[in-house]
């Protein structure tokens, strides 16, 4: 049996792409998942999808560069399902551009949910998997979370410290049983591009999917693998690219 069933999962960014595809993967796996993102229609869409599934799922929204939603989002799932097993920090935002455009409130922006919003995550749930002596924190990098490009320097300096993070995450918490993931895909077909306001970068980005783009499922699938380890087995990283994707 899956290491996944019963498990309760609260996912950012569940609205769309990775995360809606995510929150399909486990439920369908028999997890219990609280689905959370801004974008509360979408949210309620996906919650009666699975539930016509015979899935188990609640949604909050959540805007995670606010400390105060994601510890209520937080609070919310110890309310509804009394436990929190696993967090998968999915929520991201990536208007890649050139630093000399000086786009800085979409630096700041990248800033908050790409970094903030996964700390502000790992603060709302650590305290209690600590305490439990049991947990698991995934948290979704990218290829440019290992590589910076023309154009990627900010996200990738976001997605870098999404890895440090988790790394550093890993090390302190080993003795308290507390499992982390980082997970990296390359590229996926998703809302994703949607953000980039360089039109000529956001072109070559449209490009590259067309051509390779994962789906979604995808990386879901990646995620699920890594919960459904046995517990004295983490899977600490995982890339997933295209076969034909280069970089
Ligand atoms: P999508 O744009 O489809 O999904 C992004 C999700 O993040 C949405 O659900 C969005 O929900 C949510 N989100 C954005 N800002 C916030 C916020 N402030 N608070 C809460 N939720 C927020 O893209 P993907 O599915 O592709 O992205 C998922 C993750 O995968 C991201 O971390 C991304 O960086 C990473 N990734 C994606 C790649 C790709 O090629 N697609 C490649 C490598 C990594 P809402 O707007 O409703 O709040």
Not at 21 to 41: I, W
Not at 50 to 55: A, L, T
Not at 182 to 195: H, Q
Request: a negative charge; hydrophobic letters at 40%; charged letters at 25%.
């Amino acid at each position: 049996m899956l290491n996944v069933e019963e498990k309760v999962v609260i996912l950012t960014g569940a609205s769309s792409g990775i995360g809606e595809a995510t929150a399909k993967v486990l439920a369908n796996k028999g997890a219990k998942v609280v689905l959370s993102a801004r974008r509360e229609e979408r949210l309620q869409k996906l919650k009666s999808e699975i539930e016509k599934q015979g899935g188990t799922v609640e949604y909050k929204v959540t805007d995670v560069a606010s400390q105060q939603e994601v510890e209520e989002l937080a609070s919310f799932t110890l309310d509804t399902f009394g436990k929190i097993d696993v967090l998968i920090n999915n929520a991201g935002f990536m208007p890649l551009s050139y630093l000399y455009e000086k786009r800085v409130t979409e630096w700041e922006q990248m800033i908050d949910v790409n970094i903030k919003g996964v700390l502000y995550g790992i603060a709302a749930v650590l305290p209690y998997m600590r305490t439990r002596k049991q947990g698991h924190i995934i948290n979704v990098s990218s290829v440019a979370g290992h590589i910076a490009f023309p154009s990627s320097a900010v996200y990738s300096g976001t997605k870098f410290a999404v890895r440090a993070i988790t790394e550093g995450l890993r090390q302190e918490e080993v003795e308290n049983n507390v499992r982390t993931t980082i997970i990296s895909p390359g590229a996926v077909d998703t809302e994703l591009v949607n953000c980039i306001s360089n039109q000529e970068i956001k072109k070559g980005i449209e490009e590259q999917i067309m051509e390779f783009g994962l789906p979604a499922e995808a990386i879901a699938n990646s995620i699920l693998y890594a919960i459904s380890q046995p517990d004295n087995i983490a899977v600490n990283e995982i890339i997933v690219r295209p076969t034909k994707q280069e970089i």
